[in-house]
């Protein structure tokens, strides 16, 4: 659901309707989120039908198929270099779509956590789903992960035998956080690495959202196991981590960054850690995330089916 701060829409004078026609960006809409859709004769019936409808403040009109689309929200951020036709429905009003959780409590009155569509300054106005937490008190912001994102710290509490390197077996268990909700920034997208609100935790975790920690042995000792890892998945949520960010030890004794894999697309990232003891993780920055393009390619063929 997506939340308006109030407005009143008129029609100006008795009878006519002005529109402001734009070109947004296929990615910016969603076709599920629109408040109506039917038929339409024409542009203008279209804009009456936006009119009688409440939260109405821009709409697609296809005369091709007299389909007619009208949405709470307005897409207007392409500068002009969108590809679809885009109608906002000038009244002369500010419209206001929410950039936090902070702004859906307060535009919409609405106390109750869940997902919302929000459209921060830090994405360039793209639209994120965010989990809504403590929406009626202090509201923040979290990314629900759709696949769990793991990470294992392995310490000196699992030594075998005190200070002894490369031991085959370890103290069970090892100490792991599943996430299935991380916390960010949303002025900046950074995550809150160490929020564990939304997190499973295995014995007395301190390793961060997206580091690992290892204390098995010195990383040159050959066939020395070792333990610590990371998974990281944003797939499915439209977001990626930013692909810029260098990966490597953050810490530790004879230490290194191992297996180390990261798809194409930044959705997906892995790796070990090898130390006595040491910490891997991001070294070039905090970790990011970024609007990706995975949702972009099922607009597309929606609104070219849309045309022809």
Known sequence: MLCLCPMTASAGKAGELYFRQIKTRLDLIEPSLAVWSGFADRLSQCGFICLQKGRCVSLLYSPVDNSCKLFDVIYDESGGIGDIDYYILDTGSTIRVPESCVDVATCSGITTDGEYWIYPKSSQRKRIKIFCYKLGSDPSEYITLKNTNTFIQHDDTNWPSAFQQCSSNYTPPLKMADFTKVGIQIQNMDVNGTDYTFALLTGLVTVPFGHSRDCNGERHM?????????????????????????????????????DFNRSTDGAEISFTCAGWCGECGPVSGPIRFQVSKEFSKIFKNYFLQLKT
């Open 222 to 258: 050959q066939s020395c196991p070792h333990y610590g890892s990371a998974t990281i998945n944003t797939r499915g949520t439209g977001l990626r981590i930013d692909l810029t960010l260098a990966w490597g030890v953050t810490e530790g004794w004879y230490a290194e960054l191992r």
